[in-house]
């Protein structure tokens, strides 16, 4: 499986809620920085942990901690960020060949608050990931991979969404099929006719969303209306839904499974989203049931909300074996 998505290093720090009202930061949201927005922020952030990151390349983390093959496309500046983000992906068991740029804008960063119910705030400094261009890409890593998957933070800026236009051609010219998370509510506004385009047109042959994102794409205000809206114009659509679990629907044939329970108290929501979907795909790749590749999902999300950060750190192919 290989994604393409931001290259950007979290920078995770635990805060109190004063500290959100003392920067002007509405909590659980997720804000674009500037270089200088990001530069005060980070200055006025306690002592925090710097890992790899981005949405895309933590689903493929969660892959190969479940024990598939992962490769990521990324853009990443030739700075200590950059190597940061290097090692971390490459430690993890995922392919990452996409060269460094010098001279351009430094690597992304995302400054993640984590107040003390778990929520965390996410302040993105897009930096050299939107700098992504379809010269970056080895269309034989795409004609490899069963599945090609994008992901919507990546879709804002004109040079990465070129570069995954021309990836999804030479990933369906391969007879492979395209996955797309729409990642976030600001991610859908500004390019809804494109997503619903995308879908309508065949682009898309699995698309995963949370139950306000799939609101927001169907521009309904009920859950149930929004997925039913939708749901004809995908092979596949797979929604998280909070504490109700999450739900997918392949051609009208509907499966439902709870939330995970794995005895831990949830600590940072970071990445839960991104793990449940490497379940999912894990899953699916390797031929099992919608319910059953909704609960490694579900078990994949649980662990990650299980401590600070948005990569696995059990063994997740043992929790999948036990549970």
Not at 137 to 164: N, T, V
Request: hydrophobic fraction near 50%.
């Amino acid at each position: 499986m290989l994604a393409i998505g931001d290259a950007v290093v979290d920078v995770l720090a635990y805060i109190d809620d004063s500290f959100l009202d003392d920067v002007h930061v509405v909590k659980g949201s997720m804000q674009v920085l500037d270089a200088e927005g990001a530069t005060k922020l980070y200055a006025r952030m306690p002592q925090a942990d710097e890992v790899s990151g981005g949405s895309a390349a933590n689903t493929m983390a969660g892959i190969a901690a479940l024990g598939g093959r992962a490769g990521f496309v990324g853009q990443v500046a030739d700075d200590q960020l950059g190597e940061i983000f290097v090692h971390d992906i490459r430690a993890h068991g995922v392919e990452f060949v996409t060269p460094p740029k010098s001279g351009g804008a430094p690597t992304g960063r995302c400054l993640i608050l984590v107040t003390p119910d778990a929520q965390r705030t996410m302040n993105t400094y897009r930096g050299a990931a939107h700098e992504l261009s379809a010269a970056a890409l080895d269309p034989q890593q795409i004609r490899d991979a069963a599945i090609l998957y994008l992901e919507a933070y990546l879709w804002r800026s004109a040079g990465p969404r070129a570069a995954m236009d021309e990836a999804m051609r030479i990933a369906h010219e391969a007879g492979r099929k395209v996955a797309f998370t729409l990642s976030d509510i600001a991610c859908i506004k500004p390019h809804r006719p494109e997503i619903i385009a995308m879908l309508e047109s065949g682009a898309i042959d699995l698309l995963f969303a949370n139950e306000n994102e799939i609101m927001a794409l169907a521009d309904l205000d009920d859950r149930e209306a929004a997925i039913a809206a939708i749901q004809d114009k995908v092979p596949l659509l797979v929604v998280t839904c909070g504490s109700e679990g999450a739900m997918a629907v392949a051609r009208g044939v509907r499966a439902t499974v709870p939330i995970a329970r794995l005895g831990t108290g949830v600590v940072d929501t970071t990445g839960a989203g991104d793990l449940f979907a490497a379940g999912f795909l894990f899953g699916q790749c390797r031929g099992r049931s919608l319910e059953d590749s909704l609960r490694v999902g579900a078990i994949a999300a649980a662990e990650v909300i299980s401590h600070l950060g948005a990569r696995p750190k059990a063994d997740l192919k043992e929790l999948v074996a036990k549970l």
